[in-house]
C-alpha cells in the first residue's frame, strides 16, 4: 500500500463518514526533535462505525512514519474493514478484511480475509467487551532487509510469496473510569503454519470536550517466526490528539 493509496483511502472514510451516520475517532500524534537529537514521527488513526437495525460495519486505516537525522527508522500502513450481521442482540456474523504494509518488518505486505461469529460479553453503560472468534486466509510476501552499520535499511531483497489457512482472534474491550476518563484495548490475533501474529493497542482517554480528547497509548506486535534480520516484537508508545466524530 503506497502513500497515494493511503491517502485515498483516508480521503474515502472521510468522506463516508461525512455523507452517513458514522461515528468514531480520528487521531494524530505528531514528534519533532531538532539541536543535539534530530528525530521525526507521525502516526494516524481514522476509526469508524456505521450501526444500523441489522449491519454494523467498521472501518480502520492508520499509519505511521519515523525518521532520524539521516535515514527513516519507520513506515507502516494497515487498513481494516469488518461488517457484522446481526444474529441476536449480542451475537453476529462477520466478514473481515486486513492488508498492512510494514517496511520495516520483514514482510513487504500482508493480507487476510476472515469470517466467523462475534459475541458481546458485556454490555454496561461504563464497561463494554466484544470478542470475535474466525477463521480464514492469510496471504503475505516476505523480505531481506540490508542494514548499513548505522542500521540504515539500504536495500531489500525480495522473498517468498506465501499463504495459509489462519484463525483468528479479536476482542475490544472499553471501561469508563469517569465521564471523561475511560480506558480501551484492542486486541488483533492470526495463527496458521507458518506463524502467529498478534497484534494489542492499550490506551487510557481523557476528554477535554464532547469533540476533544488526549489518548496515551502503548502497542505491541509480535510474530513467532519473522523473516531473516527482523525483530519478532515491536513495541510503541503514543501521545495524540483525539478528535470524536459524531
Same mark, same amino acid.
Not at 536495500?155 to 469508563?176: I, K
Given at each position: 500500500?503506497?502513500?497515494?493509496?493511503?491517502?485515498?483511502?483516508?480521503?474515502? +472514510?472521510?468522506?463516508? /463518514?461525512a455523507? #452517513?451516520q458514522?461515528? !468514531?475517532? #480520528?487521531?494524530?500524534?505528531?514528534?519533532? @526533535?531538532?539541536?543535539?537529537? $534530530? /528525530?521525526?514521527?507521525?502516526?494516524?488513526?481514522?476509526?469508524?462505525?456505521?450501526?444500523?437495525?441489522?449491519?454494523?460495519?467498521?472501518?480502520?486505516?492508520?499509519?505511521?512514519y !519515523?525518521?532520524?537525522?539521516e535515514? &527513516?527508522?519507520? $513506515?507502516?500502513?494497515? #487498513?481494516?474493514?469488518? +461488517?457484522d450481521?446481526?444474529?441476536?442482540?449480542?451475537? @453476529?456474523?462477520?466478514? /473481515?478484511? %486486513? !492488508?498492512?504494509? =510494514?517496511?520495516?518488518?520483514?514482510?513487504?505486505?500482508?493480507?487476510?480475509?476472515?469470517?466467523?461469529?462475534?459475541?458481546?460479553?458485556?454490555?454496561?453503560?461504563?464497561? *463494554?467487551?466484544?470478542?470475535?472468534?474466525? +477463521?480464514?486466509? %492469510?496471504?503475505?510476501k &516476505?523480505?531481506?532487509?540490508?542494514? @548499513? $552499520?548505522?542500521?540504515?535499511?539500504? =536495500?531489500?531483497?525480495?522473498?517468498?510469496?506465501?499463504?495459509d489457512?489462519?484463525?483468528?482472534?479479536s &476482542?475490544?474491550?472499553?471501561? #469508563?473510569?469517569?465521564?471523561?476518563?475511560k480506558?480501551?484495548?484492542?486486541?488483533? +490475533? $492470526?495463527? !496458521?503454519?507458518?506463524?502467529?501474529?498478534?497484534?494489542?493497542?492499550?490506551?487510557?482517554?481523557?476528554?477535554?470536550? *464532547?469533540?476533544?480528547?488526549?489518548?496515551?497509548?502503548?502497542?505491541?506486535?509480535?510474530?513467532?517466526?519473522?523473516?531473516?534480520?527482523?525483530?519478532?516484537?515491536?513495541?510503541?508508545?503514543?501521545?495524540?490528539?483525539?478528535?470524536n466524530?459524531?
Amino acid at each position: 500500500m503506497s502513500r497515494v493509496v493511503s491517502f485515498v483511502i483516508v480521503s474515502l +472514510a472521510l468522506s463516508a /463518514a461525512a455523507q #452517513a451516520q458514522w461515528t !468514531g475517532k #480520528a487521531e494524530l500524534g505528531i514528534l519533532l @526533535s531538532d539541536g543535539n537529537t $534530530e /528525530a521525526k514521527s507521525a502516526n494516524t488513526k481514522f476509526d469508524l462505525t456505521h450501526e444500523g437495525s441489522k449491519w454494523r460495519n467498521n472501518f480502520f486505516v492508520g499509519a505511521l512514519y !519515523g525518521e532520524n537525522a539521516e535515514f &527513516s527508522t519507520a $513506515e507502516r500502513y494497515e #487498513a481494516r474493514y469488518q +461488517a457484522d450481521f446481526k444474529i441476536t442482540d449480542r451475537m @453476529s456474523w462477520f466478514t /473481515a478484511l %486486513r !492488508g498492512e504494509q =510494514d517496511r520495516f518488518s520483514g514482510f513487504a505486505y500482508q493480507v487476510t480475509g476472515s469470517t466467523g461469529v462475534g459475541y458481546k460479553f458485556i454490555d454496561s453503560p461504563t464497561t *463494554k467487551l466484544t470478542a470475535s472468534l474466525g +477463521a480464514g486466509y %492469510r496471504r503475505q510476501k &516476505s523480505e531481506i532487509l540490508v542494514k @548499513s $552499520e548505522a542500521g540504515e535499511v539500504i =536495500d531489500r531483497l525480495d522473498g517468498e510469496v506465501g499463504g495459509d489457512p489462519v484463525a483468528t482472534l479479536s &476482542s475490544n474491550y472499553e471501561h #469508563a473510569f469517569t465521564e471523561n476518563t475511560k480506558l480501551t484495548n484492542k486486541l488483533l +490475533a $492470526e495463527s !496458521g503454519s507458518d506463524n502467529t501474529a498478534l497484534q494489542n493497542d492499550i490506551a487510557l482517554i481523557v476528554s477535554m470536550s *464532547k469533540t476533544l480528547a488526549l489518548a496515551v497509548g502503548f502497542g505491541i506486535r509480535y510474530n513467532s517466526d519473522p523473516p531473516p534480520l527482523a525483530e519478532s516484537t515491536d513495541t510503541l508508545t503514543t501521545v495524540n490528539l483525539v478528535y470524536n466524530i459524531q
